[in-house]
């Protein structure tokens, strides 16, 4: 599969490499432009490609958005429509600012601004360090760590739970994107490194 990631900070290079590992066509971006990537991708190696964020969205069969919540406005929307796209971003508002998002969850309101893109929220309770070291392709499902997902379509979901497993982890269905509430940080689930079932029974107690 050909995925685009936008934003090259320490989950999207984390991505990069193990999306790249398992066997996929990768392409990264930052809001420097690729000239400022292309060692990053030669470091990782396996094809990896650097693009402007225009041309990773349109690249990708699929899209990550690994770029601060405070910069949602400038995602290459209309790159992103039909597309799933992966919402790992996480809304700080001491580095983001205010930003009112009319009761919505943090996913819900990606969902709205990029209209017509299918939107997942997922590798958002997790750490980079943990992403690059424990996932195990060679564990059961049942004993890898888990990492919650949410989205208003079924179809898109069941993708991006490949995907996961593919890389080493379980992932846990969390509902839809409202229920991703219950994956940001100060939830019981954020940073737990926890397996599928433990993380099942922390998400239905929400």
Partial sequence: MKIGILGAGHIGKALARLLAEAGHDVGISNSRGP???R???EQIG???KAYTNEDAARFGELVIET????HYADLPAVQMEGKIVIDTANYYPERDGQIDLGGLSESAFMARHLSGARVVKAFNAIQAAH???LGDTNKP???RRAIPIASDDAEAKALVSTLIEEIGFAAV???NLERSKNQQPGTPIYGAEVNAQQAQGILEKQ
Avoid: K, M
């Fill in 35 to 37: 000239d400022t990537l």
């Fill in 39 to 41: 060692e990053l991708a």
């Fill in 46 to 48: 396996h094809g990896v």
């Fill in 67 to 70: 770029v601060p919540f405070g």
């Fill in 131 to 133: 992403l690059e070291t």
């Fill in 141 to 143: 499902l049942g004993e």
């Fill in 173 to 175: 269905d969390n509902g």
